[in-house]
Structure formats: structure tokens, C-alpha cells
């Protein structure tokens, strides 16, 4: 069976504050996608990244990056300098090759203050 | 604009009211699939199509039904709606699940 856990349910941090938002996975396939995507408080899902098992690399787009560790069964999204507009909920979700199911975790809630 | 288009975006409906929401992409996309999302659960995958004709249940499945019948629209329907369907609802497409979906604006569901 697949599952995601996004432990932390809300985190608060004043502007320009580092925020890393925890995902951690659990799958026993070994091919297997995992992906980040942003809910900004209008509502929309937006998709933010995907990485794929075999690519453990850490990804840098901008203020984000992503530590992707298959040891720890981690993919974990830092916010270097936070803004007010990052303030939303983000999730973290896997797919693997031989189940279809898409699943998601259950969402951090990241407000930004000014 | 690629997109993936669901209507209405909200709907107020009584118990034991059949409904349908619609949904429609336009970037030919083979995967589709329909979640809920509710407080501290997250998004919950109902039904997913691989195909014209291909669905099979998520992980709630119950008391919904879908179709397939062309490749770019996949109506959710509530045939007999309750109170916990109260829910967002998000429509998603992919060319291939694997690349992620691309969502429609969600549809904001509530039985009375």
C-alpha cells in the first residue's frame, strides 16, 4: 500500500524566515514518482515538481528546492525567504508504476505574515 | 489555453437529488481522474479513467459513478447525493499519471 504523511499540519513563519515543509512516503515499489503541489487560498492546484525514484538529486528552482532522500523515504520542499504570496497549503503526493492510484497527503498549511 | 474545466464551480443540492458535475480537457490528455478534498484528509481519489471506456475505483468510491465515453469528458455523478458528500471536488487530467495532473478549478459541493 501507498501513504504519504505531511506531518505538520500548519506552520507560521514571519517574511524572509527558511521553511522547510516535511513529506514522507511509504511504497513498496520501486519505481515510483513523487510530486509537490501548491493550494494558494483561491483555491486552485497548482503543480509545483515532479522527481522520479531513480533521480535523487536536489532540485533548485528560484527560492524553492527539494531534498529528495530514498534512505529516509523523504522528499522535503524548503522555502528559502519566504513571502507573503508562498502563504498556502502544500502538498506532497506519489504515484507509483504498477498502481494507479495517485495519492496525496493530507496537506501542510504554510501562512506567511508580513 | 490547455485546461481542464469543471461546472459549476459551486452547487447547494438536497438529499436524494441526482446530480452530475461535468468535466472537460482539451490537451488530449489519456488519464483523468475526480478527488475530494476535505479538512485534514487531503485529496482522496475517487474514480480514475485511463481511457475511453478504462475507469476504476479510487479510494472512496462509494456512492459516486463515472464515464468515459470520449476522451475529454469524464462527468462525476451522484445519483442519490448525502450530506457527507459535502466536499471540494477537483477534476484532473495527464497525459500520463506519472507526469502529474493538471486540475480544474474545483467544484465546492454541498447536501442539505
Known amino acids: 500500500a501507498q501513504k504519504v504523511t505531511q506531518a505538520q499540519t500548519e506552520i507560521s513563519v514571519v517574511e524572509k524566515e527558511d521553511v522547510t515543509l516535511d513529506c514522507v512516503y511509504e511504497?513498496?515499489?520501486?519505481?515510483?514518482?513523487l510530486f509537490w503541489y501548491k493550494q494558494p487560498p483561491s483555491g486552485e492546484l497548482v503543480f509545483l515538481i515532479r522527481?522520479?525514484?531513480?533521480?535523487?538529486q536536489n532540485e533548485i528552482s528560484g527560492r524553492y528546492s527539494w531534498n529528495f532522500q530514498k534512505s529516509t523515504s523523504s522528499f522535503n520542499f524548503t522555502i528559502t525567504a519566504s513571502q507573503v504570496v508562498d502563504s498556502a497549503v502544500y502538498f506532497c503526493?506519489?504515484?507509483?508504476?504498477?498502481?494507479?492510484?495517485?495519492?496525496f497527503g493530507a496537506g501542510t498549511r504554510l501562512t506567511v505574515k508580513p | 489555453e490547455a485546461q481542464v474545466t469543471q461546472n459549476p464551480r459551486y452547487l447547494i443540492t438536497v438529499t436524494g437529488k441526482k446530480l452530475t458535475v461535468t468535466c472537460s480537457q482539451n490537451?488530449?490528455?489519456?488519464?483523468m481522474s475526480w478527488y475530494r478534498q476535505d479538512p485534514g484528509l487531503g485529496l482522496r481519489q475517487i474514480y480514475y479513467?485511463?481511457?475511453?471506456?478504462?475507469?476504476d475505483k479510487g479510494d472512496v468510491p462509494e456512492g459516486y459513478k463515472v464515464s468515459r465515453k470520449e476522451k475529454r469528458n469524464f462527468p462525476l455523478i451522484l445519483e442519490s447525493p448525502s450530506p457527507n458528500q459535502t466536499s471540494l471536488y477537483f477534476c484532473?487530467?495527464?497525459?500520463?499519471?506519472?507526469?502529474?495532473?493538471?486540475f480544474g478549478s474545483g467544484t465546492r459541493l454541498t447536501v442539505v
Open positions: 484532473a487530467s495527464s497525459f500520463h499519471r506519472v507526469y502529474g495532473y493538471t
Open positions: 511504497t513498496r515499489d520501486t519505481t515510483y514518482y
Open positions: 522527481r522520479n525514484s531513480f533521480d535523487e
Open positions: 503526493a506519489l504515484s507509483a508504476e504498477v498502481n494507479n492510484d495517485m495519492r
Open positions: 490537451m488530449n490528455h489519456e488519464y
Open positions: 479513467s485511463m481511457n475511453v471506456e478504462v475507469t
